[in-house]
């Protein structure tokens, strides 16, 4: 039996849809640009899946993340032009989870994709501000597997897959504070009860600006989920410490 897990995900608009916005001169605002990250995300989960009515914790902290993370990949892509961009962020994650609840103990493995599609309006850019509203489609397809055991005797074992489209509405706001530094904040709603009763992310994190095409950004991001459908069921929240590298092309 695995150790604990879970890492994920999810969710998202991520660090490229918080993270790609880069302040640009007026004059150069109708060209095009194309600006793609790559990051990683340590995250803590809270909250429970749900499978054929038998529910499983899910608690993971931060020193459990590495360790039961069985494969992660993680990347954005931003095409823009003027005021207008599109953008497209994935996640996809296999993971092992345990747990210990009294007398039962849970089991699981997950493999997870998340994609985040917006399309995001800028209304403010100024030389040292930026800030952009994004709508779009939150992507989720999960495939889980769940043993159940009560004092070492098995009492359930199951499998279920799962795939729904979210619709989500957000800003995104970039603030110059240096040279180098700036601060970037993201956050979006969604779900509505057309897939998820609801889905939500935020985002806030401080960057380093390395030369015109580069930067790094340190930040904090929790991306919550939560989705029912007959017997199944995905109710958590991720939440951790983000770090990525941007280009710009």
Request: with cysteine.
């Amino acid at each position: 039996m695995k150790k604990t897990i879970l890492c994920t995900f999810l969710s998202s608009v991520t660090l490229a849809n918080a993270g790609s916005i880069t302040t640009e001169p007026t004059s150069t605002i109708a060209d095009w640009e194309i600006r793609t990250a790559l990051y990683g995300w340590a995250s803590a989960l809270d909250g429970n899946v749900t499978l054929r009515g038998n529910q499983a914790p899910v608690d993971v902290g931060f020193d459990d993340v590495l360790e039961n993370l069985d494969l992660a990949l993680m990347g954005a892509v931003e095409i823009s032009r003027g005021k207008w961009s599109v953008l497209a962020d994935v996640f996809y994650a296999e993971l092992s989870t345990g747990n210990q609840n009294g007398n039962r103990s849970f089991d699981s493995e997950l493999e997870q994709f998340m994609g985040n599609f917006v399309i995001s309006r800028n209304l403010i850019i100024e030389p040292r501000t930026k800030f952009d509203i994004f709508a779009g489609a939150r992507v989720m397809s999960l495939k889980t597997e769940l043993e159940i055991d009560t004092n070492l005797v098995n009492t359930f074992t199951g499998s279920e897959s799962a795939s729904w489209v979210d619709p989500i509405i957000g800003f995104r706001f970039e603030q110059e504070l240096s040279d180098h530094f700036f601060f970037r904040a993201l956050g979006d709603i969604g779900g509505f009860g057309v897939s998820s009763d609801l889905t939500w992310q935020a985002l806030a994190g401080i960057g380093y600006r390395i030369n015109d095409s580069s930067s790094l950004l340190l930040g904090y991001r929790g991306i919550g989920t939560d989705y029912e459908k007959g017997d199944f069921g995905y109710d958590v929240i991720s939440h951790g410490v983000l770090l990525g590298w941007e280009c710009k092309f």
